[in-house]
């Protein structure tokens, strides 16, 4: 049986400050949403001023990510590239940049999403949160 690590609360609130201070130094209003390797929600912020629809995107695009195990920005990039059909995929509804896997040594412990400003920029502040726990 094989061992693997996993998100703590620590972890979680570890990103989701991170997130939010690289998203306050950009004066960019988003909503960071965290989730395990199953796509479920572990902890979630929605800085003063985003939009309510960012809380679900964050989410989506964050589940997405994790259970793709892949940046979800590859998802994006598929449908423009013609493969519509991608589309009608079940269980994954965030089909745009912004949301990025959380991997140590090769295994994906869950992911980040983002949702408030330009697709790149919400890239930027997931990256900024995975950074906070030194991976």
């Known amino acids: 049986m094989k061992t693997k690590p996993v998100l703590e609360l620590a ?3 570890a990103i989701l400050n ?3 201070a690289e998203a306050a130094k950009n004066n960019w209003v988003v909503s960071v949403a965290v989730v395990d ?13 985003a939009a309510p629809v960012s809380a ?7 589940r997405t990510s994790a259970l793709g195990r ?12 013609g493969r519509t059909a991608f589309l009608s995929v079940p269980a994954i509804d965030g089909l745009l940049e ?4 959380v ?9 980040v999403g983002v949702s408030g400003v330009k697709s790149n920029e919400d890239a930027q ?9 030194g991976l």
Do not use: F
């Open 11 to 13: 972890d979680v609130k």
């Open 37 to 49: 390797d199953g796509g479920n929600l572990l902890g979630m912020i929605r800085r003063d001023g």
């Open 56 to 62: 679900s995107i964050c989410v989506a695009k964050a």
């Open 98 to 101: 912004g949301g990025l896997p």
């Open 18 to 20: 991170a997130a939010e």
């Open 103 to 111: 991997m140590k040594d090769g295994e994906c412990l869950g992911a």
């Open 70 to 81: 892949r940046d979800s920005k590859g998802y994006e990039d598929m449908i423009n590239g």
């Open 125 to 133: 502040i997931a990256k900024a949160g995975i950074a906070g726990i």
